[in-house]
């Protein structure tokens, strides 16, 4: 199991969990929590070798039952992106959630 008593971490808009999961949890990804399962290392490794969406849900979702029902990280919350706009403010969100000033456009 893990062996940092606890650990804040945080991401963006996530489109593809696969790097997040690896990162945090596959062996040698991190010396944030130390965590080390050979059943989740080669799940996430077929994940990253099926193209076919369908295939790579189901993989990563038995990846997702084994890091919950070994629980090395706990999920706390998800932050909610909000934003406020006013009439002389041209802006378009994008999908991965990011907010870039070039993307902002201020009308006189």
Do not use: C
């Not at 945090?24 to 994940?47: C, V």
């Not at 193209?51 to 919350?77: G, N, Y």
């Amino acid at each position: 199991m893990g062996k940092v008593p606890f650990y804040y971490m945080g991401r963006g808009g996530v489109v593809d969990p696969s790097a997040a999961l690896s990162q945090y949890f596959e062996t040698g990804g991190s010396p944030r929590i130390g965590y080390s399962n050979p059943k989740l290392d080669e799940l996430l490794s077929a994940e990253r070798q099926t193209f076919d969406p369908v295939k790579r849900k189901k993989i990563l979702s038995q990846a997702m039952s084994l890091i919950t029902e070994e629980a090395p990280a706990h999920f706390l919350w998800r932050h909610q992106l909000l934003f406020g706009m006013t009439k002389n403010v041209d802006y378009r969100p994008l999908p991965s959630e990011r907010i870039y000033a070039w993307n902002i456009k201020v009308r006189k």
